[in-house]
């Protein structure tokens, strides 16, 4: 069942896999034809075609982690009710987040935030889960690892791939491109674009990885859960 189940979800995931790829080479078509990308596709951009499928991703995941707080609520199969919630809470501010960049207004909403300091905002708010459900992680890995490892990958590519070059862009290239552009070279401006579709794609990447395991652990906990009442 649960071999099946495995094999059942990898077209699902191959398919959004090539629609991402898709969307990052129209965003880079449209760089190289026009100089800016096309609209509808700008990876950097708000409410456009490839912000809401990272949105309705991040939905789903939370969507998922908010039925495991249902499914079987008298189980002791991981994870606990709080980290579920929690997860799923997340999840959902990130799916809002992605539609309206939230993270890019927080220095207005909190004053005492400057206009960088997002990513780390961000960041000690995903070690910190990390660090007060490390049990439910470690129930996670000896329950499913298959799914565990995907979901895993998942997160390291998105934050290597996301908060890492954005981080990076902050640190080092803003300043590089803005004086090669003033001297009128433009390929690091080229080099910036090539950095925002990779680290989207990472994004997208990384999300698609995280829901994939997370459909066979919730496919897993299914099974348990039929086997526990047909006892």
Same mark, same amino acid.
């Given at each position: 069942?649960?071999?099946?189940?495995?094999?059942?979800?990898?077209?699902?995931?191959?398919? =959004?896999?090539? /629609?991402?790829? *898709? %969307?990052?080479?129209?965003?880079? &078509?449209?760089? $190289?034809?026009? @100089?800016?990308?096309? +609209?509808?596709?700008?990876?950097?951009?708000?409410?456009?075609?490839?912000?809401? =499928?990272?949105? /309705?991703?991040? *939905? %789903?995941?939370?969507?998922?982690? &908010?039925?495991? $707080?249902?499914? @079987?609520?008298?189980? +002791?199969?991981?994870?606990?009710?709080?980290?579920?919630?929690?997860?799923?809470? =997340?999840?959902?501010?990130?799916?809002?987040?992605?539609?309206?960049?939230?993270?890019?207004?927080?220095?207005?909403?909190?004053?005492?935030?400057?206009?960088?300091?997002?990513?780390?905002?961000?960041?000690?708010?995903?070690?910190?889960?990390?660090?007060?459900?490390?049990?439910?992680?470690?129930?996670?890995?000896?329950?499913?690892?298959?799914?565990?490892?995907?979901?895993?990958?998942?997160?390291?590519?998105?934050?290597?791939?996301?908060?890492?070059?954005?981080?990076?862009?902050?640190?080092?290239?803003?300043?590089?491109?803005?004086?090669?552009?003033?001297?009128?070279?433009?390929?690091?401006?080229?080099?910036?674009?090539?950095?925002?579709?990779?680290?989207?794609?990472?994004?997208?990447?990384?999300?698609?990885?995280?829901?994939?395991?997370?459909?066979?652990?919730?496919?897993?906990?299914?099974?348990?859960?039929?086997?526990?009442?047909?006892?």
């Amino acid at each position: 069942m649960v071999n099946y189940t495995i094999k059942q979800y990898l077209k699902p995931l191959f398919v =959004l896999i090539l /629609l991402e790829v *898709f %969307l990052v080479l129209i965003y880079l &078509l449209g760089i $190289v034809l026009r @100089g800016q990308a096309f +609209s509808p596709f700008d990876l950097d951009g708000q409410m456009t075609i490839p912000s809401c =499928l990272q949105a /309705l991703q991040l *939905f %789903l995941i939370g969507l998922l982690s &908010l039925a495991l $707080v249902f499914v @079987g609520r008298n189980s +002791s199969q991981p994870p606990t009710k709080i980290f579920a919630l929690t997860v799923a809470l =997340l999840f959902f501010y990130a799916s809002i987040d992605e539609l309206f960049k939230v993270h890019l207004q927080l220095h207005t909403l909190l004053p005492t935030i400057e206009h960088r300091d997002w990513q780390g905002v961000y960041l000690a708010i995903g070690v910190t889960t990390i660090i007060l459900f490390f049990r439910d992680f470690i129930a996670l890995w000896h329950f499913h690892r298959k799914s565990t490892l995907m979901m895993v990958l998942g997160i390291g590519i998105f934050v290597l791939g996301g908060f890492g070059l954005e981080i990076f862009k902050d640190a080092f290239l803003s300043s590089i491109v803005g004086l090669f552009v003033n001297q009128g070279n433009l390929i690091p401006l080229l080099v910036e674009k090539l950095r925002v579709a990779v680290e989207e794609f990472s994004e997208m990447l990384g999300e698609s990885l995280i829901l994939y395991g997370l459909c066979l652990f919730f496919a897993k906990r299914l099974v348990q859960e039929g086997r526990m009442k047909s006892r």
